[in-house]
Structure formats: C-alpha cells, structure tokens
C-alpha cells in the first residue's frame, strides 16, 4: 500500500523565539477543514527589523509595525504573506512587565484575535502586564516532533482571569484541534477559562489525508467487485455524449479547475456507477472528518444521501444538501466550475484495519433525450480525512503514469 498525503496548509515561516504563525481559534470541538487551499509562507527572516526601518512588501504581501509600547523599545518592522498568520516577532524584554497579548491600540481595549489572517497593512502593540506577585505565565506548547521548538508562546495574565486572546497556530498535513490542559487532552480549554497559576497548554493534532480520486481503482477489476465493467475488467463510465473506460474516466484539468493533483474523476453518469477508495487505519476512531472536493459540468447539481450516496463500510453518510451551482453551460472544455470542498461528516467511524468509502450514483435524471449521460453526478477531484488515526490509502499511482 502507499500512503498518499498532499500538504493541506503550507507551513508557515517562524521567528526565533516563540514558533510558528497562528493558524486559527482553539475549540475543543472544531470542525476540519482538511481541503483548504495552502497557506503561504509568511515572514522572511531577512525582512525583519529590529530598528524603525519600515520594508516596503511586494505584491500579495502586507505591511507589519510591532510597537512595543514601552520606552526604549525600537519597533519591529516586518512583510508577511497575504492570507497567512500573525508571525511572532522575537520578543524583547521589559524589566519588570511580562509580554501579555497584542492589540489594536496602545492602551490595548481592541485585542487583536491572533486566529485572524493577514489581508491589510496591520499595526499593533505590545500589552504588558506588571511582574508581580499577582501575574502568572501560560506557556503554549506546539506538541510534535520535529518542531522548531517545544514552546509556541507564552502570554501573561494576572491570576484568577481569562486569557484575552488564544493563540492559532498552523502545521503542515495536519489540523489543529484546540488547547489541551495535558498531551492526552483529556481536558480542553476555551475562552471562558480562568486560570490561577502558571499552566502549560498542549496543542491537538489530526493528521490531514487526502485521497486523489483518479487514483482509485479502474482498471484489473472482477465482476464482483464491480458488476459493470467491461470485457476488460476496467470501469465503464458514461459521458454526455459517448462513453469511456478504465484510466478514460480521468481528466486532466485545465487552469482555472484547481484539482488538488491537476486530475479528477468524471463521466459517472450513469445509476450504480462508483468509485471506491480503499483505506487502512492503525486504529478504530469515531470523530474524523471527511470532506469531498467536487464540482459538476454542463448543469447545476444538487445532492443528498438520496441521490448520490458516500457509503462507509457499507453505511450511507447522511451529509445533508451540497449545491453544485453557477455551472457554465454548455460543452466548453475551457469554461469549467472549479472545485469546492463539501463537509460530508465530522464524526466519521474508521475501523481498526481495512475500510471501504464509496462515491455511488443513485439516481436516472436526464437533461437531454438523447446521449449518454443518463444521470446526474459530480466531478471528483479527491476525498480528504482528518483524524487521530494513521491511514494508508489503496493508491493506484500508475493510473496517470
């Protein structure tokens, strides 16, 4: 088997003392978004100042101005990706303030939400807070192997309140599940919060797999495991107006698609036409998620569990309503809906061992009297998995070899 991962967010650039960019508000129960597109990297060390010298950004970069608010403390200047995460800069030391949280003003009633992206020229400024008797530490820790370094941040608050804001942050391949009060996070935290002594926070990780849908299996099938295919073992696939077979059923895409491997899966067009992706997970989980990437062509679409049907193992998913509209019309291979991820469930059930995902037409709905495309389906770029678990993916890579 070969495990087939593609990176779902970029990892982002770091300063030296406090870790990587933030990614996005801890929940304990945040749902993944396991298909987004990547993330660009965000601040170049050798565009960091520590004197009032402001760099000029470059087209898709935005403008940074750390103030540290305190006498003696020269700004920090800094360009960062558009769409990425506030980068910590190296933090500067005040005797006797600990750092507390960046805000919008210098007297620090608009707290800047670190899990926001950067989509503007931004300023901010330092809080601080007196190191006395009455102030306390939390220290953020990134909780993986290979980090840069154990320690993501700390921010300082005085005993007996809430953090003012949390910090996100962001990892290649993989999703952030929140704040743990322990690396076995049997315990998470939220912005409600209060805190009465130093305390170290843990973040939780799902592993992102994605799932490319032109590699499946299509071709050296038997009838058994698939009652449709033709003379020469490979899947049947019925376009709207001929029909394809085996590595047939894979498109390439063109530019404006956005197919996460540059190919898909079309042409299903057809009752009990499928694919299916088979995959192996180290252990049994009950709160993955599955997400779909897709989109359709020639018509809008709209699906549910009744029309096109996600099994698991041989259960149908209830995903409620996706909408494939504002479809071009007519055949033009060059004018294509691009591709849009779909949630399908966040509590997906993985058995220890072997499982089975399908992606099956259920339905005979015509939009022409003649041709071949005899009913309604998406196109399929790939399904992505966010879980605990490690999974290997059945990948059929010589299907576009």
């Known amino acids: 088997m070969k495990n087939i991962r593609k990176f779902g967010l970029a990892f982002l650039a770091c300063f030296s003392l406090i870790g990587c960019s933030p990614k996005e508000e801890p929940s304990s129960a945040s749902p993944a978004s396991s298909h987004e597109p990547?993330?660009?990297?965000?601040?170049?060390?050798?565009?960091?100042?520590?004197s009032s010298e402001v760099i000029t950004p470059k087209e898709e970069e935005v403008s940074l101005t750390f103030h540290w608010n305190a006498d003696g403390l020269e700004d920090t200047h800094a360009v960062a990706a558009?769409?990425?995460?506030?980068?910590?800069?190296?933090?500067?030391?005040?005797?006797?303030?600990?750092?507390?949280?960046?805000?919008?003003?210098?007297?620090?009633?608009?707290?800047?939400?670190?899990?926001n992206t950067l989509d503007a020229d931004t300023v901010l400024y330092a809080i601080w807070i007196a190191e006395d008797a009455n102030c306390i530490t939390i220290t953020f820790h990134n909780?993986?192997?290979?980090?840069?370094?154990?320690?993501?941040m700390k921010m300082s608050i005085a005993k007996d309140s809430r953090l003012k804001a949390f910090p996100g942050i962001a990892r290649q391949n993989h999703d952030f599940k929140g704040w743990y009060t322990s690396t076995t996070y049997e315990k998470a935290v939220s912005k409600i919060t209060k805190y009465s002594a130093d305390t170290d926070l843990y973040a939780r990780w799902f592993n992102i797999d994605v799932l490319e849908?032109?590699?499946?299996?299509?071709?050296?099938?038997?009838?058994?495991?698939?009652?449709?295919?033709?003379?020469?073992g490979e899947k049947i696939?019925?376009?709207?107006?001929?029909?394809?077979?085996g590595t047939g059923l894979i498109f390439k895409e063109n530019a404006n698609l956005k197919a996460s491997n540059g190919y898909?899966?079309?042409?299903?067009?057809?009752?009990?036409?499928?694919?299916q992706f088979d995959i192996t997970s180290d252990k049994e989980v009950t709160d993955a998620t599955l997400t779909a990437t897709l989109s359709a062509e020639y018509f809008d679409m709209t699906f549910t569990k009744d029309n096109w049907i996600v099994s698991v193992n041989g259960t149908s998913i209830d995903?409620?309503?996706?909408?494939?509209?504002?479809?071009?019309?007519?055949?033009?291979?060059?004018?294509?809906?691009?591709?849009?991820?779909h949630n399908l469930t966040n509590s997906l059930h993985l058995n220890q061992g072997k499982n089975t995902i399908k992606l099956i037409t259920n339905n005979s709905t015509r939009h022409d009297s003649t041709g071949t495309m005899a009913a309604e389906a998406p196109m399929i770029d790939c399904l992505t998995i966010s879980s605990s678990a490690t999974i290997d993916f059945d990948a059929h890579t010589d299907n576009i070899a």
């Open 213 to 232: 849908a032109e590699y499946t299996k299509l071709t050296d099938l038997t009838y058994e495991e698939d009652p449709n295919i033709n003379d020469f």
């Open 264 to 275: 898909f899966i079309c042409d299903l067009y057809y009752k009990e036409a499928f694919i």
């Open 38 to 50: 990547e993330i660009s990297s965000s601040v170049k060390e050798d565009k960091t100042s520590s």
């Open 319 to 341: 995903y409620g309503t996706i909408v494939l509209d504002n479809v071009p019309s007519g055949r033009d291979s060059a004018n294509k809906r691009p591709f849009s991820t």
């Open 237 to 245: 696939g019925h376009g709207y107006s001929s029909d394809v077979s």
């Open 82 to 115: 558009k769409g990425s995460y506030l980068p910590f800069p190296e933090m500067k030391e005040r005797t006797g303030y600990r750092f507390s949280y960046w805000a919008l003003d210098a007297a620090g009633k608009q707290v800047y939400d670190l899990g």
């Open 143 to 152: 909780n993986y192997e290979g980090a840069t370094s154990d320690v993501y």
